[in-house]
């Protein structure tokens, strides 16, 4: 069986590489970072998802998941590295590729004949054309002539918080820069997935990544919109969603405190950011999404009067996970707190608040805060809130930006 050499041990990559060594393939895996490779050559995990530790502790046991600061010689390369933006002058925001590209070019002194060069990253259209060329260049710089060497882009799809069940479940799309390449790459997959999977070209498979993500902000910022119209209009959301559900043909998603995450958030930039003048729709819908936090705490200061107690329920950036990173909850109760109000946090998957939070707010109890607190805002759909009802907080301003309290 052939051997792998992942880049990037991150929530892609140690999952992709774990599941291949479970499956018999030697897998070296490799990150930037010596600690996470200490951690995951000791069988533990440095990220959280529900079962990843079983998982990775089966690779590692087995002999087949060993992790390391450096690449080396595999017949297979995934490149699961991330692919950040930064922030342009108009607003807009720009692709920063720079940790795909040092990966391409670091593997340049192991590739050899035949191997199978995968980028696993959400990025940009045309971006495995250019992991091509990174390599190319790295290896004339080493004197190196390589030939027949196959490029794929196969973006991951998994959903935080069920991703090793969505990881074999899930169809898959395998592009490639040739069909040879893309026929290898779903050769590889199918080791472990059970559903699925349809080749075609790079580009292609590029957006098609891109468009799952922008699909579904698009139609998170139509729910966002229409809760911004019915506070105007002092119509309940939540009925009205439900109603306008009961059409065969409608089915709107839920709204929210805004979009978070590490992918929904971003990924639509990338289309924004290759075709900016024909996507106006994709534009203004991350807009609409980035904007909901900010009128989410002008509510809360509408309410909250002097001497203001505010319970912030929920940190996560969705229901039911303790990943805070890039959370629309987080930079609303930092923005609570830079507006001098007194904010209890309560995010019972975490020990500790996040650095935007630290001494400026404190992690409490559920108990804790509907005990002290004037005003409280729902922020995350956990299932620890679920059952809260308005009994519960009689006396308490309320803004429930998840429609989770129940009469
Ligand atoms: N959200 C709402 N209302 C909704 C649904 C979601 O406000 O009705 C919010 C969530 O609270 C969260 C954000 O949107 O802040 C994103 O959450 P999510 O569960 O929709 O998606 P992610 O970011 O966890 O994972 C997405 C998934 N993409 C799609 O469903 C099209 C996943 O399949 C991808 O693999 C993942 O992005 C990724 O890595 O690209």
Redesign the pocket.
């Known amino acids: 069986m052939s051997s792998l050499c992942v880049l990037g041990l991150g929530?892609?990559g140690l999952p992709t590489a774990s599941i291949f060594a479970t499956k018999g393939r030697r897998v070296l895996g490799v990150d930037v970072s010596a600690s996470v490779v200490e951690t995951i050559n000791s069988g533990r995990i440095h990220i959280q998802e529900p079962d990843l530790d079983v998982l990775v502790r089966a690779a590692v046991q087995s002999g087949n998941l060993k992790a390391s600061t450096k690449p080396a010689a595999a017949d297979i390369f995934i490149l699961a590295v991330p692919t950040p933006f930064v922030a342009s002058a108009d607003g807009a925001r720009v692709p920063n590729l720079s940790f795909v590209e040092a990966a391409a070019r670091s593997i340049a002194p192991f590739v050899a004949t035949g191997n199978l060069i995968i980028l696993e990253s959400?990025s940009p259209v045309g971006t495995t054309e250019k992991v091509k060329g990174w390599l190319e260049a790295a290896l004339v710089k080493l004197g190196r002539k390589v030939d027949g060497l196959l490029f794929a882009h196969c973006?991951?799809?998994?959903?935080?918080?069920q991703m090793l069940k969505?990881l074999v479940s899930?169809d898959r799309i395998c592009g490639g820069l040739t069909p040879a390449a893309a026929e290898k790459a779903r050769d590889l997959y199918a080791t472990f997935c059970t559903a699925q999977i349809f080749l075609t070209d790079a580009r292609t498979a590029e957006l098609a990544?891109l468009t799952?993500?922008a699909?579904?902000?698009v139609?998170?910022a139509f729910?966002?919109e229409l809760s911004l119209i019915c506070d105007k209009l002092s119509i309940d959301v939540w009925e009205l969603i439900s109603l306008a559900n009961r059409h065969p043909r409608v089915k709107i998603?839920?709204?929210?405190?805004?979009?978070?995450?590490?992918?929904?958030?971003v990924?639509p930039w990338f289309i924004v950011d290759a075709a900016p003048a024909e996507s106006r729709l994709l534009r203004t819908a991350r807009e609409v999404?980035d904007s909901k936090p900010h009128h989410v705490v002008a509510q809360v200061r509408a309410a909250a009067g002097k001497d203001a107690v505010v319970a912030c329920l929920g940190l996560a950036?969705?229901?039911n996970?303790d990943d805070l990173r890039e959370?629309?909850a987080v930079e609303i109760a930092a923005h609570l707190a830079d507006a001098g109000l007194k904010v209890l946090a309560v995010e019972p998957h975490v020990t500790a608040l996040p650095k935007a939070l630290q001494g400026r707010a404190e992690l409490v109890s559920l108990a804790d805060a509907l005990a002290r607190a004037t005003v409280v805002v729902l922020l995350?759909?956990h299932r620890a809130f679920a059952g809260l009802t308005l009994e519960q907080l009689k006396g308490k301003k309320l803004i429930d930006t998840r429609g989770m309290v129940r009469s």
């Open positions: 929530y892609i959400t973006p991951e799809r998994i959903l935080p918080g969505e899930n990544k799952e993500n699909y579904r902000d139609n998170i729910a966002n998603l839920q709204p929210g405190p805004g979009v978070g995450g590490h992918c929904i958030a990924d999404n950036f969705k229901a996970v959370s629309p995350v759909d």
